[in-house]
């Protein structure tokens, strides 16, 4: 699953809106409940970035994305995944 790429920054980074992004992580809604789980957000980190995916991002989800701990990623947390894709995937997120 590739990437909507729009184009690339001076640093290297992919730069994508939130809803390229939003469009991109529905691809791994395995259950289709129209939520990011922990091991759906570690599959999309995996297939981005490989090397350490599944300790960055479940650690990431756990700590700094999912704001109300309910083992998944909401609407109203978009903001915190803009700032994890930014640090851990090489992505700056625009539009949030």
Partial sequence: MAF??????????????VEELK?????FDGNGDGRISQS??????RLSEGLFASWRSKKSINSSIDANHNGFLDDN????LAHFAD??????????
């Fill in 77 to 80: 947390e978009f903001t915190n």
């Fill in 4 to 17: 909507i790429e729009r184009n690339v920054t001076s640093d290297g980074k992919r730069v994508m809106s």
């Fill in 87 to 96: 640090k851990f995937l090489n992505i700056r997120i625009t539009n949030f």
């Fill in 40 to 45: 759906e957000l570690r599959e999309a980190v």
């Fill in 23 to 27: 469009r991109w992580l529905k691809r």
